[in-house]
């Protein structure tokens, strides 16, 4: 974002880089909880890892105040309907981190009933490795969607992010 | 006046602005409303799904539908060696990684009459209790949360993140452990996590009871509590219910005690029961196991001895990683054991251990192979959701949420 | 323990009991698909032996060209402190056994879930439906002939 020093007092800017920036620092996700990344991720909006430093601490279980859908856990052919209607009606601009192994490839489960990735049925823009992922990795994911968003990017757009895992 | 003869649009709109009046609809059903309530729902604890009819607020009947988690453990378990399942075994109930680790290798051992040291025994009978004091935090904060009380959530994630720092010291990650091995562990315990363990239990205690004054002297959550989702001993006999949900029954039940297993019958604990069938005695009794939990971890670190870790049979065990690489005989019996798994005699076995939910238990069925032939898993949350037809029949839709916090169920394991 | 069970079976029960197995501590009995209604009843109303819980209940393929199927019952007496496993074997050609839900009502899902996984039909079951996978599958998972990535196109994908 352009600003100017402010020495003079005010400072400069074009409207959509402003919109961005309060855009990024105040994503709502929409935990999409389903197995063992859901216990991760609430540790990740717990008290030590404390997602609230990144303005993304109010998790809205309604599809229609949120912005960023995390999906946390092995999404089955029977949930992946409701995944998607759940996708479908967020509004846009809408991002997507596909949290862990299970959910980005179908993991550990190459079994008859696992999607072999979400990605088969919703855009995603960040992949998080791990299985679960760390919560700070899982924070590096949305600081990945942070950037994207600052630099003007589309979600669905441009090349996907894949976060690994380290140890 | 005669009601009757006025037109029926009138007298609802007449009997509205008298507040002593109620109004009755000539069919009752007419009222019924079905809600579906999950399977992405903040209350429910992960996946489940539950239709409920409604007669105004009050609950007619309940029914839940499973299988959005649905993995097929039962079928990966056929085309897996009996140690490539460990791993799978964390995701079950991934609330308490530890102790499913533990049950399936007891079921394993069973099946092919492996003997664990005493040592080994003892570290399993530490990860049971730290796992089963990790499940009840997450529950505690859960429940908590679904009746309105947010600070006892961030205090028992607070407490939890130190149980998986000591998971981290003890097994090398902080969630799912995949720790212990078939005739052992996969490494022995250092006096670093002892110590560490200690330092956590010393402040334990202390900080749980701060979290129970929060909500034991609160009205709001005694009277949301008390009183709802009553279940009758007989019942739960009958429907199978084990654990917490049992004991809050006034059944006197633990497999701790009544089938002994590992070094439980060394120790001394108690068994919490409670009479009162109720959403109260359940959490009263997940409480009090907590605090048995954090004596018998005070025990077994007195008492745990020195030792081997591992069974002393190079056929089934698996070697020391160090000697593996150094060895010849050990590299030949890993490989074996790897790629053709530990083939324990032909012949069938059912071992359970009393999980942090209930029992937990495994049905194994071996043809002398290297793979079992069929594995069942016997999840306690699968059979304790079918509770909850009968408990929320005849309450009121705003106590659902508590009701199936009481219950605490984990998907993963209900729907395998 | 064990002998009383033993010894109350075999008098009540003579010739509905195929055998009697133990293997590492635990009694199975086998049982003639018919009697299995008759023995849970008795095994539960019993004052004696009182197995008041079933513990889990399944199904099982045995992939064999007769009695391919079996059900499993681990049962459970609170006051004694015991475990007894019934079997039943079933043949492909007649799927279908009785339901054991008049005994004890938890056996409810789990024979769903049998249902579900092998194709068992339970008959007198109050709601025989498919525990997990779902209403319009037409494949039973866990026989040993379905493929462990299952067939492709038996489930349904939204539509992206």
């Known amino acids: ?57 109010a998790f809205r279980f309604s599809p229609r105040q949120s912005d960023l859908m995390i999906v946390a856990g092995t999404v089955t052919y029977k949930m992946s309907h409701v995944v998607r209607k ?82 | 006046m005669d009601t009757t003869t006025v037109d029926p649009k009138k007298r609802i ?22 809600l579906n309530m999950g399977p992405q729902h903040p209350a429910t604890h992960g996946v489940l799904r539950l239709l409920v009819r409604l007669d105004g607020e009050t609950i007619v009947s309940a029914v839940p539908d499973l299988g959005y988690l649905h993995r097929g453990y039962e079928k990966i378990a056929e085309n897996t060696t009996y140690h490539e399942f460990i791993p ?23 099946l092919a009459g492996i003997e664990v040291p005493r040592r080994a025994q003892f570290i399993r009978v530490i990860c049971c209790e730290l796992a089963r004091l990790a499940s009840h935090l997450v529950w505690l904060g859960t429940m908590a949360m679904d009746v309105g009380a947010v600070t006892v959530l961030l205090w028992g994630f607070r407490e939890r993140e130190k149980i998986q720092d000591i998971w981290d010291l003890l097994t090398g990650v902080r969630f799912t452990t995949s720790f212990t091995r078939i005739g052992g562990l996969a490494q022995d315990m250092s006096d670093e996590t002892t110590a560490a363990i200690r330092a956590f239990l010393d402040q334990f205690s202390e900080n749980l009871h701060e979290s129970e004054k929060l909500l034991i002297k609160n009205k709001i959550f005694i009277d949301r509590c008390e009183g709802i989702g009553y279940i009758s001993p007989a019942d739960a006999i009958n429907i199978g219910l084990t654990g917490p949900m049992l004991r809050a029954c006034g059944v006197e039940h633990d497999l701790r005690r009544d089938e002994p297993y590992l070094s439980y019958p060394e120790l001394d604990f108690d068994i919490p029961v409670y009479h009162d069938c109720d959403t109260l005695a359940r959490f009263y009794v997940r409480m009090q196991e907590m605090k048995e939990s954090v004596k018998i971890l005070y025990q077994a670190l007195d008492k745990i001895p020195n030792g081997q870790i591992n069974a002393s049979d190079p056929k089934r065990v698996l070697p020391k990683k160090e000697r593996t690489y150094s060895k010849m005989e050990e590299l030949i019996h890993d490989f074996m054991i790897v790629n ?26 071996s043809h002398g192979e290297g793979y079992p032939w069929r594995l069942k898993i016997r999840s306690p949350s699968f059979v304790n959701l079918q509770s909850l037809p009968v408990m929320l029949k005849g309450q009121m839709i705003s106590d659902v949420v508590a009701i199936i916090g009481s219950v605490d169920p984990v998907m993963g394991e209900a729907d395998k | 323990m064990k002998d009383t069970v033993v010894e109350k079976l075999t008098a009540r029960f003579s010739e509905s009991i195929e055998f009697i197995n133990e293997y590492r501590g635990e009694l199975t009995v086998v049982l003639k698909k018919k009697a299995i209604v008759d ?20 199904g099982a393929d045995y992939y064999r060209p007769d009695d391919r199927y079996e059900v499993v019952y681990n049962l459970f007496s609170l006051k004694n402190k015991f475990r007894l496993r019934l079997k039943v074997r079933i043949d492909e050609s007649d799927l279908h056994v009785l339901s054991v839900t008049s005994v004890w009502s938890g056996a409810n899902w789990q024979e769903r879930e049998a249902y579900d996984m092998f194709g ?37 994908l939204p539509r992206k």
């Open chain 2, 88 to 110: 799978h075994t964390d995701r079950l109930d991934y609330l308490s990684p530890l102790a499913n680790n533990v049950a399936y290798v007891l079921a394993v051992e069973k």
């Open chain 2, 340 to 365: 053709f798994g530990i083939n324990p005699p032909i012949g069938e076995i059912y071992q359970a251990i009393e999980g942090s939910k209930g029992e937990l238990g495994f049905y194994l069925v």
């Open chain 3, 120 to 156: 068992i039909v339970f008959d007198d079951h109050p709601d025989l439906r498919r525990m997990y996978m779902p209403e319009e599958f037409e494949h039973h998972p866990l026989r040993k002939d379905f493929p462990l990535m299952g067939i492709p196109g038996s489930l349904a």
């Open chain 2, 13 to 34: 709109f007449r009997a509205l602005e008298d507040q002593d009046t109620s109004v009755t609809f000539d069919d009752p059903l007419e009222n019924d409303m079905i």
């Open chain 1, 86 to 167: 759940i996708y479908d009606q967020m509004p846009d601009p809408k991002w997507v981190i596909a949290m862990g192994a299970c959910t980005s490839t179908g993991g550990m489960y190459r079994s008859y009933s696992v999607v072999q990735g979400i990605d088969l049925f919703v855009p995603v823009d960040v992949y998080v490795a791990g299985c679960p992922p760390r919560p700070d990795n899982l924070l590096k994911g949305l600081m990945e969607i942070q950037k994207k968003i600052e630099r003007g990017e589309k979600p669905g757009q441009r090349e996907k992010i894949y976060i690994e895992e380290h140890a």
């Open chain 1, 1 to 57: 974002m352009g600003m100017n020093s402010a020495t003079e007092g005010f400072l400069t800017t074009r409207l959509d880089d402003i919109a961005g920036w309060a855009r990024k620092n105040s994503l709502w996700p929409m935990p999409m909880g389903i197995s063992c990344c859901a216990i991760e991720m609430m540790s990740f909006a717990g008290p030590r890892y404390d997602v609230a430093r990144f303005g993304s601490e």
């Open chain 3, 39 to 58: 023995v849970c009843r008795f095994l539960h109303d019993d004052d004696e032996l009182h197995f008041d819980s079933l513990r889990d209940l399944l």
